[in-house]
């Protein structure tokens, strides 16, 4: 019975909410999948050789045992984090979109991509669960909607891992990020996350955000979970900056 019923639902909400492209937001034509035939070329795909911590692709072969320049200067609080796009291109309009324009939609198509491009990779770290960067309540209020969140969410329904996103809360911004130069913002974050659970159990969390630029972030939240005793921290976001630290 669900069999059956399943394509037509689908179909159903795809009338009401046609499948947009994330690239240009137009809807997609019958026979395109996640992008339309425009943008899919110019979308950046990750791939291999990538930073062996942060996930970001280096080019060349003889970088120091695979870091990428970034990492080779600085210390991080994860053991390894992967990206599904390179943040250039359409992405940038379309990580935008996906954050300030209520365009959630978008998350079937990186969650379809992540699965391309990842799939293997989650399977081989088997997270216990998966933990969204958490947003200051009242700015997700105000917003909305969380957008870590809503891609941490679908990627846990994808891969069937549970999902928790009370595990690590964000307190309430004290000073405006813009504000700050780079090192401030980072000492800025190192206080802006707070364990949310008493006792976590987990011993292999995967922490998922929209984008990583220089990883402060992700330290942050998860130098908290391994003040909470957690032993293997990874990182996915949907895009990840070329270069050091953009
Ligand atoms: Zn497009
Ligand atoms: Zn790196």
Redesign the pocket.
């Known amino acids: 019975m669900k069999k059956i019923l399943m394509p037509i639902a689908c179909k159903v909400k795809d009338l009401i909410y046609p499948p947009r492209c994330p690239g240009c937001d137009r809807v997609l034509a019958p026979d395109e999948r996640n992008f339309c035939k425009k943008c899919a070329p110019k979308v950046k795909k990750i791939t291999l050789p990538v930073?062996r911590?942060?996930?970001?692709s280096i080019t060349q072969k003889d970088e120091k045992e695979c870091?990428?320049g970034?990492?080779q200067k600085r210390k991080h609080y994860y053991d390894s984090g992967r990206a599904v796009y390179e943040y250039s291109g359409p992405m940038k309009k379309a990580m935008y979109r996906f954050k300030y324009s209520n365009r959630r939609c978008y998350v079937s198509a990186f969650t379809e991509d992540s699965e391309q491009v990842l799939g293997g990779w989650i399977r081989e770290i088997r997270p216990d669960v998966i933990v969204p960067v958490p947003m200051y309540e009242k700015k997700k209020r105000m917003r909305g909607y969380n957008q870590a969140e809503v891609l941490a969410n679908s990627i846990s329904a994808r891969f069937d891992i549970p999902f928790d996103k009370a595990i690590v809360k964000r307190r309430a911004d004290t000073t405006p990020m813009k504000e700050l130069s780079r090192e401030n913002r980072r000492e800025n974050l190192k206080n802006a996350f707070i364990l949310g659970k008493s006792d976590v159990k987990f011993n292999c969390v995967l922490i998922v955000d929209d984008i990583y630029t220089t990883g402060a972030t992700v330290d942050a939240v998860a130098q908290v979970l391994r003040g909470a005793g957690v032993s293997h921290i990874y990182a996915l976001y949907a895009c990840i900056g070329k270069g050091n630290g953009e």
């Open positions: 930073c911590i942060c996930g970001k870091l990428c970034d990492c």
